[in-house]
């Protein structure tokens, strides 16, 4: 109030550059968590620096060069007296730091050590940063707290019921197994994959491990091919499953019989004959009538 309602005091030293490393974990060591001991190298002044008085403390001097005849260009070049405008002395330090992976934490997040990079004259040092590099799992695929993992069943599973053995990441033996009736589909009515999911036993969630996502499991069936079935194996399942196919009347010498082929819906609306532009441009051609005027 008294400084004419300028701010405060002056404003503190420069931070330095801060320096990332990666580092590469598992989805295992994020589900668990994990402590990593890594050793830096960090430059560490000795004694206190001094102003560099070739450039006064700017870490650059400025030189007159003669471009041309009666011409000169100011040039600004680095010191060579000092480093930023100081001179003095360093030495490596050796640290090890504990890196501590967090329960739930996600590729890209950052592990900060404030203050841990190399000291600089006049400045406040700046951060070592462990950038996290999430490795990808044969199993399971990660989004966010939840996890995906894809089964392929056969189609008697699919119908009549199956299980099997999962080990979760954090070495657990989970049986994951149908209830009495329940039918996986080979998709959703809106053609997306069918998917169910196991609650609570996704990732947990970063500050707070005891809420975890669910895993999700996407399936698929596989069904017999051409020629599996025999008469009697798809006679035993007409009478089984429901909705067998109804006999048709109609008789042969009157209908055409049509079998079914096997196609791809990428080559929808690339059947018939191909039509080039020359076609098109000689039936023009042809249904024209060359009309001449005569001036009399």
């Known amino acids: 109030f008294f400084n004419g309602g300028r701010g405060g005091g002056p404003s503190g030293p420069k931070k330095g550059e801060s320096i990332n490393h990666p580092l590469k974990v598992s989805l295992a060591d994020l589900y668990k968590g994990k ?6 190298n960090r430059s560490v002044i000795i004694g206190k620096p001094t102003m560099c008085t070739h450039c006064d ?37 050796r640290k090890v730091l504990e890196v501590h992976v967090e329960k739930g934490m996600k590729n890209g997040e950052k592990v900060l050590f404030r203050g841990m990079a190399d000291e600089k004259p006049n400045m406040e040092p700046g951060d070592i940063n462990f950038i996290l590099q999430e490795k990808e ?8 707290a939840d996890l995906l993992i894809t089964k392929t069943l056969s189609l008697n599973e699919a119908l009549c019921g199956f299980e099997w053995t ?3 990441l954090d070495g657990r033996e989970i049986v994951i197994k149908s209830r009495p009736g329940e039918v996986i589909k080979p998709e959703t009515f809106g053609g997306s994959p069918f998917v169910k999911t196991v609650s609570g036993e996704g990732m947990p969630s970063k500050g707070n491990p005891f809420v975890k ?7 698929r069936v596989e069904f017999p091919e051409d020629g599996d079935l025999d008469e009697a194996t798809t006679a035993t399942l007409k009478k089984t499953l429901p909705d067998p196919a109804m006999s048709v009347d109609y008789d042969e010498e009157e ?12 080559n929808f609306g690339k059947g018939g004959a191909e039509v080039s532009n020359d076609a098109y441009d000689s039936d023009e051609d042809d249904g024209r009538q060359n009309v001449e005027c005569a001036q009399s």
């Open 35 to 40: 402590t990593v001991k890594l050793a830096i």
């Open 213 to 219: 996502g669910d895993l999700y499991v996407l399936f």
């Open 137 to 144: 799992h044969d199993l399971f695929k990660r989004k966010g």
């Open 166 to 168: 999962v080990t979760h």
């Open 255 to 266: 209908v055409e019989i049509a079998h079914l082929d096997a196609a791809d819906v990428k």
């Open 57 to 93: 403390g700017q870490g650059v001097v400025l030189e007159l060069r003669q471009i041309a005849l009666g011409m000169v260009q100011q040039v600004q070049r680095k010191c060579p007296h000092c480093t930023d405008g100081y001179i003095f002395k360093s030495k490596k330090d």
